[in-house]
C-alpha cells in the first residue's frame, strides 16, 4: 500500500491528539461549570438515565471519524495495472554558431555565453518537447540527438565553446543538412532554432521551420583573444587587419521568413518566452513517445465511508438509557403523583414563585442583580435553618450563662446550612446590587464549604467585600477595622492559592491603605488637641473682655 499524499499523515498524527485532549477538556470543563450553580444531589436527580458511557463513545466516535476522513484525505492506494501512456509534444533542434565570432563582447559577456542562456531559457519552456543540439563553425555535427532528457541537454551546451569545431567559418548549410538529419524520417514538421544561415531554400522545401535569432549588434565588436601568457589581442585577418563582427539582421529576416518563422534579437530577459508562446507553441504537436506507466488503484472510498457511517451512529446514538417496559406502569403513577403533588402546592399557595438555579442565573446575566439576590435567598431559605439565638440571648441578658451556652448548643444542632455555593452566587449578586453587608454574610459562609477551591474565592470575595464597607465607612477606626479584616481574608485566599496575582496585588493595596490611614491619626489627634488647647486660651481672654466694660461702667 502507498499512500499519494503521505504528508495528511503528519497532520493525522498532530490532529487527532489534539482533537481528543480539546473534546475530553471540554467536556471536564462544562461538568465542572455545571457543578458550580447545580448541586450534586440535584443534578443527578436531572440527569437520570443520562449514560456517561454514552457521552464519552460519542466523543470518541466524533475523533474516529475525524481520523478516517484525515486517512482518506492522505489517498491510500493499492494494487495496480499497467497503462501505456502517450506524451505529445514537438521536435526543436537548436543550432548554435561557435566559431570565433561568438567572442564578440557586444552582447554580455560574450555572444556565444549569451546564446548557451539563451539555449537553456527555452530547455526551461519546452518541458514536453524533444530537444537537439548541433554546433556549427566551418563544419556542423550533432553533438545531442533529439531527447527528452533535460540533464543531458543541458550538458551539452554547457561544453559549447569557441574550438569545438576545428574548422573555421560559419557553414550554415551543414548546419541545416545536419539538423535535417537529426529528425525522424514520418516527422510531419520540422522546427530549427539558429544564430544565423546563408540560405534557407533547402529548409523550406523540406518543411522545416526556422526560427532565426540574433546574438550582438549591427554595429559589431572586435575580436578579443588571450594568448598563453595572458596577454590580450585582437583577431587580425591574412592582411594583418582587426577583424570586426557585425550582426546581419536583415539576413536573419529574410531566413525566419521564407520558412514561415520570425526573427527575433536575443535582447532582454524575456525573448525566448516570447520566441517559445508567439512561435512555437503554436505549432501542431505529434505523438513523440509512449511508455508504459503504473496506475494505482485508489482506495479512499473505504476510510471515507467509515468516517461517515461513525458519524452516523453518532448522531443517532441517544445519551440516555432506554427504561425498562416492566416498569412502565411505576412510571406512570409516579408521573401521576407528581402531577397531583404540583396541583396541591399551587393551590395551597397560588400566588407562590417557585425559585431555581437557572432563574437566579438568568436574572444574574440580564443585569438585574438585587432580583438574582433574592432568588439565590429564597432557594437558601427553602433548603436551610440558619440557628435561633434568640432564648439563648435572653437567658444571657439575664445572667443565666450555663443556661445561654446550652440554649446555644441546642439552636446549633437544630440548624441546617443549605448549598454553600447558593451562597456564594447569592453574595455575588448582592455585591453587584451594592447590598455590602449581604454579601460579606454570604461569602463568609461560603468560606465554610469543603470545597477548597470555593474556599479561596470565597475568602477573597470577602476581601474586596470589607474593603469596599471600609470605604463607605465614615470613621477612621471603622475604616481600619473593615481593612484588617480584608487584610485577613486576602492571606487565607493566597494560603489556599499563593498563585493568586489578583490577591496579592489587593492584599498590597489594602495593606499600603492601612499604613498611610495610619499615619494620618497622630496628626489629626494633634490638630485636635492643638484646637482644644487654643479654645481653653481664648474662653479666659473673653471673660475678661467681657468684664472691661463694667468696670468701665463703675
Known amino acids: 500500500m502507498r499512500f499519494a499524499n503521505p504528508q495528511m499523515l503528519w497532520l493525522l498524527l498532530l490532529a487527532v491528539p489534539l482533537l481528543a485532549w480539546f473534546l475530553s477538556w471540554g467536556w471536564r470543563r462544562k461538568r465542572t461549570l455545571i457543578a458550580q450553580f447545580v448541586q450534586s444531589r440535584l443534578l443527578a436527580q436531572l440527569t437520570v438515565g443520562v449514560s456517561q458511557l454514552r457521552r464519552k463513545i460519542r466523543l470518541a466516535l466524533v475523533v474516529f471519524a475525524v481520523a478516517c476522513v484525515l486517512l482518506a484525505l492522505a489517498q491510500p492506494q493499492w494494487g495496480f495495472d499497467w497503462e501505456e501512456a502517450r506524451q505529445r509534444g514537438l521536435d526543436v533542434v537548436v543550432a548554435i554558431d ?31 518537447d524533444r530537444l537537439a543540439l548541433v554546433p556549427f563553425a566551418g563544419a556542423a555535427f550533432l553533438q545531442c540527438p533529439l531527447t527528452l532528457d533535460d540533464q543531458a541537454f543541458r550538458q551539452s551546451v554547457e561544453a559549447l565553446e569557441v574550438g569545438i569545431i576545428p574548422q573555421g567559418g560559419t557553414a550554415l548549410s551543414e548546419a541545416i543538412e545536419t539538423a535535417l538529419a537529426a529528425y525522424k524520417e514520418d516527422a510531419d514538421n520540422y522546427k530549427i532554432l539558429v544564430d544565423a544561415l546563408e540560405t534557407a531554400k533547402k ?30 589581442g585582437y583577431v587580425k585577418d591574412d592582411q594583418g587587419n582587426v577583424v570586426k563582427s557585425r550582426l546581419d539582421e536583415k539576413l536573419l529576416q529574410e531566413i525566419a521568413t521564407a520558412t514561415g518563422g520570425f526573427y527575433l534579437a536575443l535582447r532582454g530577459v524575456n525573448s525566448m518566452e516570447t520566441l517559445y508562446e508567439q512561435g512555437l507553441a503554436p505549432l501542431p504537436k505529434s505523438e513523440i513517445s509512449s511508455r508504459l506507466v503504473k496506475r494505482y488503484h485508489e482506495r479512499f472510498q473505504w476510510p471515507l465511508a467509515v468516517a461517515i457511517a461513525a458519524l452516523l451512529v453518532e448522531m443517532l446514538l441517544p445519551e440516555r438509557k432506554r427504561a425498562p417496559r416492566r416498569r412502565t406502569a411505576v412510571v406512570a403513577a409516579n408521573a401521576e403523583l407528581r402531577k397531583a403533588v404540583a396541583a396541591l402546592v399551587l393551590f395551597a399557595v397560588p400566588f407562590g414563585v417557585s425559585a431555581t438555579p437557572s432563574s437566579a442565573r438568568r436574572l444574574y446575566d440580564e443585569g438585574k442583580f438585587k432580583q438574582a439576590q433574592q432568588e439565590y435567598e429564597r432557594l437558601l431559605e427553602k433548603s436551610e435553618r440558619l440557628p435561633d439565638f434568640k432564648e439563648a440571648g435572653k437567658k444571657y441578658q439575664d445572667g443565666k450563662h450555663e443556661e445561654a451556652q446550652q440554649e446555644m448548643s441546642r439552636a446549633l444542632e437544630h440548624s441546617k446550612l443549605g448549598d454553600l455555593r447558593l451562597h456564594f452566587n447569592a453574595g455575588d449578586a448582592a455585591y453587584k ?105 481664648q474662653d479666659p481672654k473673653q471673660d475678661q473682655q467681657q468684664s472691661n466694660p463694667d468696670k468701665q461702667k463703675e
Not at 555572444?111 to 539563451?118: D, I, K, P
Open 433 to 537: 446590587a451594592e447590598d455590602l453587608d449581604k454579601a460579606a454574610l454570604h461569602f463568609k459562609l461560603a468560606t465554610i464549604d469543603p470545597d477548597l477551591k470555593l474556599q479561596q474565592r470565597g475568602y477573597y470575595n470577602l476581601g474586596n467585600t470589607l474593603y469596599r464597607l471600609g470605604e463607605q465607612t465614615p470613621d477612621d477606626n471603622g475604616k481600619i477595622h473593615q481593612w484588617q479584616n480584608a487584610v485577613e481574608s486576602y492571606t487565607n485566599a493566597l494560603a489556599l492559592n499563593p498563585q493568586d496575582t489578583d490577591a496579592k496585588y489587593n492584599l498590597d493595596l489594602v495593606n499600603r491603605k492601612l499604613e498611610e490611614l495610619k499615619k494620618k491619626q497622630p496628626k489629626q489627634q494633634q490638630q485636635s488637641q492643638q484646637q482644644k488647647r487654643d479654645q481653653d486660651k
Open 98 to 128: 561557435t566559431s570565433r565570432s561568438m567572442l564578440a563582447e557586444d552582447a554580455r559577456p560574450n555572444r556565444l555565453a549569451r546564446a548557451r542562456l539563451a539555449a537553456l531559457d527555452l530547455m526551461r519552456l519546452a518541458k514536453s
Open 203 to 232: 529548409a523550406a522545401k523540406a518543411g522545416l521551420k526556422i526560427f532565426t535569432v540574433g546574438v550582438g549588434t549591427p554595429n559589431g565588436e572586435l575580436l578579443r583573444v588571450t594568448d598563453e601568457s595572458g596577454a590580450t
